[in-house]
């Protein structure tokens, strides 16, 4: 009998990883790290603090590099920054007509990666990840391949050039920022406090420097092992897991913001209190009542995280997913949003069905407007738009399987659902990270 060799379905795929394109978006994550702790908005104050002579600076090497900066050396507009992150990631609109289509994928497929590469040591080896190919780790090798396979499609074209110009940018940047004299106009040891002082004195707010200054160091990790996917090793594995702890405890809940949580009632309202991952799974599951070794238990629970930005809610919302061993599908409201009556309920009917039929958890990130009040009636948008809303929570109810809403309203909130689904709602309340 002949011998019947099935084909390497996972080696098959439309989209080459370009490894060029993986390190283009590097780049451009790291950038956006910076610009979060306003590095570029920080340079530009000190420049203009010394055409103004408000800097004890002379004739020397900084002088001159604050002159060149002003007179030829200017970097991108702080819109085509945003415009880069915005087709990139999906992420910090610019507002600008001109932006392109954003990567709306781009923050599911991450979080998929940073949760599956997370769990996989808790139970084998850090060392094998993705090689030897077992069923133990297809989850990871499927999350790295989708993620990498996305990024290497956005990394085309003119992503190449700014990221080149971003690098450059951020060189020039750095080195007024690293200047002793600089540092020493500013009372900084170094240039992240010279970022601080100016963020605090000049630009209206501090910024956590420390944890995106972590974000941008271990997603530079990150960016390079998944440059390297076609050629599998299992050398990087470690730095990677290292890599990915070091991100996920940079964009967690603040170390001391541990709250105790609230006894249990009709609608449980609780704290998440801060640690590393391990911790974090564990007491997510403790605040919504479930077991890692029960896993169906959390069919038809409606779990909500609510509480200040940033503060680690949708990657809460992975992990728990993660832990629960339940893929997550993320809804885009603005996108499931049609312009014609009765489109949107359409759009909604079908991303249910299809997560009904995957076995997998909904995710209804930014969903603040599932909490508002209902709004009179002014026009024929208002009333679809309320009866929208009333549709999607009763879709919610009805789901089989486990939804999970996140939203920044920070006052205890109440579940905006029929009473006959309130046993199954339970919130998290997520405190807002402190800034050291």
Sequence with gaps: MAKIEL????SQTDVEIVK?????????YFAYQLEEMRLFQVVERIVELFQQGQLPLGRGRAGEMLQQYWRSQRPQSESARRNAYWRMFGVAPSGDAEAGEPNSEFLSLWMRFISAVSAYPREHSAAALITPRTDANAQ???????LAANLSLHGWGGALLVAEQLTADIERASDILRDPEVQQAFGARDMWQVIDNVNTRYLGSAR???RLRTKAQAGRRIFDWLAKLDEPTTK???ELVAAVERWIAASAISDDAVEEYAQPRESPQMSAPAGSLPAIAKDLLDAVGLSPREPHASQGLIVCFYGAPRAGKTLAAYVLAQTLSLEVLRIDLAAVSGKYIGETSKNIDAVFDAAERAGQALLIDEADALFGKRTEVNDAHDRYANID???LLQRIERFNGLVILATNLRDDIEAPF???AKHRWRAVRFPRPKTP
């Design 389 to 391: 809303v009333a549709y």
């Design 20 to 28: 060029e394109n993986l390190h283009a978006a590097q780049a451009i």
């Design 140 to 146: 990871v090798r499927k999350a790295a391949r989708d």
């Design 208 to 210: 956590n420097v420390a």
């Design 7 to 10: 084909p390497d379905l996972e």
């Design 418 to 420: 029929s009473s006959a």
């Design 236 to 238: 990087d594995d470690a």
